[in-house]
Each structure stands twice: as structure tokens, then as C-alpha cells.
């Protein structure tokens, strides 16, 4: 996706329907005024921190059928689902399932029910700051470390990678650079992959009223912070190391990702399949 226009529309998408947005414009516009790089703090804690809030979400977690466990994760916890014992075979093969940004486990059900019907056993991931997971703030660097934690976890527990992982958006992208990395599945799908992280920091940028030195202020404090820059995450900078047969599944109607986002990682991966 070309960084020399911003969308207005997927800005709006992704931020505008809320309620806090008004406000926490008025003090970013405020802060990077009057004290620059007091501003540039702010804002990186406001782009890390998923809307809506986590607390909203929490009443659309998986019901009575699934198995919530915490694991402990860098300084917080992560949110995994499994469905209860009487819920098929354990030793069937097991296909992670990851929400994007601003989601939870709940959104992944439907797949969820999908695969069991056809003998798999899904596992739900709830990132950190998302859910009844642990944590006020994430981003897409450490969604990247969760899924190489949890695919290296399975390993070790149960002497096999993933059969599948399946991940929406943010996820999909932090999923795409993952595999790049080696991670321990035979498959990957990645739902509505956003092609550049930078890409988000201009929407978010126009949203919220950030002059072009805030903005790339705060990315390179993120960058700082994580150990890594955003281009790397980029399909040009990940589809020659990703190994996996790759389905890509893409809105051409996508308000937020644009569909030549999952054409880009489409032809940055060989083999790679779009619907």
C-alpha cells in the first residue's frame, strides 16, 4: 500500500465511531503544542493502547463451552481458549486462531466452530491489553513475540507445531512475520493483512491531529523500545523468508486494509493463494 496518501476513510474506520477520540485529540493537539516531547509520549501510549478498551470487550469472550486459561507472558498475561474436554478428540490436530487489533477471542468463534466440525481442535489467543487478557497497552512487535511464544509453547507441550494459524489484520500481519521467523506451523491464513505498520501511524496521525514530526517522533520511539523498525514487517521484508503454504483472504470492499494490502503479501509469498 503506498504511504504518499492516507485514506481518510480507514482512518475514520478504525478510530473515529469513539466516544474518546474527541478528547484525546484535543489533548494530543494541546501537548505537542506546548511540549513537544511530552506529546510524543502520549501519543505513543494512546497508539499502543487498543480501542475499545479491553474492559469493553470482555462480555463477548467464549461461553461455558471453552476453557479460559491465563499463561504468563513478558510482564503480563495472555488469554488462551481451548474447548472443553467433551468437545472432540484432544489429539486432533490444533489450529490457533488470532484476533487483530482492538478484537478479542469471541470474534474468532465461528471459524472456531467451523473447525471442529471438520475434526480440528481450535485454540483461541487473546493478545495482551485485549479481552480478559492481562496489560493496558500492546502493539504489533509484541503480537509477533506472542504467537512465537504460544506456537513454541505448543511444541514443547505436546512434541508438534500447529497444524494451521489462522490471524485477522494487526494479527495477521504480526502472524506473516512470525512465519518469517520460523515459526511451528504447516499452515498459515491470514485474514485482511495490513501490508505497512507505518501506514497506521499516518492514520493515526490524521486522526488525532499529529503534526508530521510528532508522528515520526513516535514512531521511532516505538521502534526504539521494540528493538525493531516497521518496515520489517512489511510483505516485501517477510513473504521470501515464509516457508508455509499461505492462503490470503481479502474484502475488496475493506474500509481499513486496503485489498491491495493482501494482494501485496499475496506476491511477496511463494505459492501464496488470494480469495
Not at 162 to 170: C, E
Request: positive net charge; charged residues 15%.
Amino acid at each position: 500500500m503506498s504511504s504518499t496518501t492516507v485514506p481518510h476513510a480507514a482512518a475514520s474506520g478504525f478510530y473515529g465511531a469513539h466516544p474518546l477520540v474527541r478528547a484525546l485529540r484535543l489533548g494530543l493537539g494541546a501537548s505537542q503544542r506546548l511540549w513537544p516531547s511530552l506529546g510524543v509520549r502520549i501519543a505513543a501510549r494512546v497508539f499502543g493502547t487498543p480501542l475499545p478498551p479491553a474492559w469493553l470487550q470482555r462480555r463477548h469472550t467464549p461461553g461455558p463451552g471453552w476453557q479460559h486459561r491465563l499463561r504468563a507472558f513478558e510482564q503480563t498475561r495472555l488469554g488462551l481458549y481451548r474447548p472443553t474436554d467433551d468437545a472432540g478428540p484432544a489429539d486432533a490436530p490444533t489450529v490457533l486462531l488470532v484476533h487483530g487489533w482492538g478484537g478479542h477471542a469471541g470474534q474468532m468463534l465461528p471459524l472456531a466452530t467451523a473447525l471442529m466440525a471438520r475434526g480440528l481442535r481450535p485454540l483461541l489467543l487473546e493478545m495482551p491489553a485485549h479481552g480478559r487478557s492481562g496489560g493496558g497497552t500492546s502493539n504489533l512487535a509484541q503480537f509477533t513475540r506472542a504467537i512465537g511464544y504460544v506456537a513454541a509453547r505448543q511444541r514443547q507441550d505436546t512434541g508438534a507445531g500447529f497444524h494451521a494459524v489462522v490471524a485477522h489484520s494487526l494479527g495477521a500481519n504480526a502472524l506473516a512475520r512470525a512465519a518469517s521467523q520460523g515459526l511451528h506451523a504447516q499452515r498459515l491464513v491470514l485474514l485482511a493483512p495490513p501490508a505497512s505498520p507505518v501506514d497506521y501511524t499516518r492514520y493515526f496521525a490524521q486522526v488525532f491531529g499529529l503534526r508530521e514530526r510528532t508522528r515520526a517522533a513516535m514512531q521511532r520511539l516505538i521502534e526504539s523500545r521494540e528493538g525493531i523498525v516497521m518496515p520489517q514487517f512489511e510483505p516485501a521484508a517477510v513473504g521470501a523468508r515464509i516457508a508455509q503454504p499461505t492462503l490470503v483472504v481479502h474484502d475488496r470492499a475493506d474500509r481499513v486494509n486496503a485489498f491491495a494490502d493482501g494482494e501485496a503479501f499475496r506476491d511477496a509469498i511463494a505459492g501464496a493463494r488470494l480469495v
